[in-house]
């Protein structure tokens, strides 16, 4: 599986430790977003979810209780799974780092598609639009220490704002997904970063 941030590197048929409970929701969340990939979010639907995932109707119903615990469960843990920022001591390189990773995920058919699901959902569901704004508050809050790093540096202005930066960043990455259908490509990224570091640079985000 991989979300923005994080790639499984593990072996087939291996699981992510910690015991049969860790299991199961490991099992449930992959199968949560293979339906949710495939058909959306009001496609997505517990007792399909279960058979996909090997685990039984009543233990997915009782910890889950809804789609929406359930797509909020799946951010939580795409947040928990994400990689660590890149620090390269240079602001524009920290920066390209970061739009290569949003663009990488993206751009991957599945995942993609995961997030264009989510975000719709989330324009209609109020627990969906809360666990996604946590998602992003935690990728956000992760990256945000190399901007801080650049105004120590002496790299930006006094008083800049961090948060913007990083969300600088991303956004004409999800705009060209949302809206336009072109592929997502390294000089897109390459754009994107060096647009939000050349505002940066000039105190658009102080």
């Given at each position: 599986?991989?979300?923005?941030?994080?790639?499984?590197?593990?072996?087939?048929?291996?699981?992510?430790?910690?015991?049969?409970?860790?299991?199961?929701?490991?099992?449930?969340?992959?199968?949560?977003?293979?339906?949710?990939?495939?058909?959306?979010?009001?496609?997505?639907?517990?007792?399909?979810?279960?058979?996909?995932?090997?685990?039984?109707?009543?233990?997915?119903?009782?910890?889950?209780?809804?789609?929406?615990?359930?797509?909020?469960?799946?951010?939580?843990?795409?947040?928990?799974?994400?990689?660590?920022?890149?620090?390269?001591?240079?602001?524009?390189?920290?920066?390209?780092?970061?739009?290569?990773?949003?663009?990488?995920?993206?751009?991957?058919?599945?995942?993609?598609?995961?997030?264009?699901?989510?975000?719709?959902?989330?324009?209609?569901?109020?627990?969906?639009?809360?666990?996604?704004?946590?998602?992003?508050?935690?990728?956000?809050?992760?990256?945000?220490?190399?901007?801080?790093?650049?105004?120590?540096?002496?790299?930006?202005?006094?008083?800049?704002?961090?948060?913007?930066?990083?969300?600088?960043?991303?956004?004409?990455?999800?705009?060209?997904?949302?809206?336009?259908?072109?592929?997502?490509?390294?000089?897109?990224?390459?754009?994107a970063a060096t647009a939000a570091?050349?505002?940066?640079?000039?105190?658009?985000?102080?």
């Amino acid at each position: 599986m991989t979300v923005e941030g994080y790639e499984d590197t593990s072996e087939p048929g291996t699981v992510r430790p910690g015991g049969r409970t860790a299991r199961v929701r490991a099992a449930v969340l992959e199968a949560a977003g293979d339906v949710l990939a495939d058909h959306g979010f009001h496609q997505l639907d517990l007792a399909e979810v279960a058979r996909r995932s090997g685990v039984g109707k009543t233990t997915v119903y009782r910890r889950w209780g809804t789609a929406a615990g359930l797509v909020a469960d799946l951010l939580t843990d795409m947040a928990e799974q994400s990689l660590p920022r890149t620090e390269t001591g240079a602001l524009l390189d920290d920066l390209r780092a970061n739009a290569e990773l949003v663009r990488r995920t993206l751009a991957d058919p599945r995942q993609g598609a995961l997030f264009k699901a989510v975000i719709a959902a989330a324009t209609t569901d109020g627990k969906t639009a809360e666990a996604l704004h946590r998602f992003y508050e935690v990728r956000v809050a992760e990256w945000a220490p190399c901007v801080h790093q650049a105004v120590a540096r002496g790299e930006l202005p006094q008083g800049t704002d961090a948060d913007e930066v990083i969300r600088a960043v991303s956004a004409p990455l999800y705009y060209r997904l949302l809206t336009t259908g072109a592929p997502l490509d390294t000089a897109t990224a390459e754009r994107a970063a060096t647009a939000a570091a050349t505002a940066a640079r000039a105190g658009a985000f102080a």
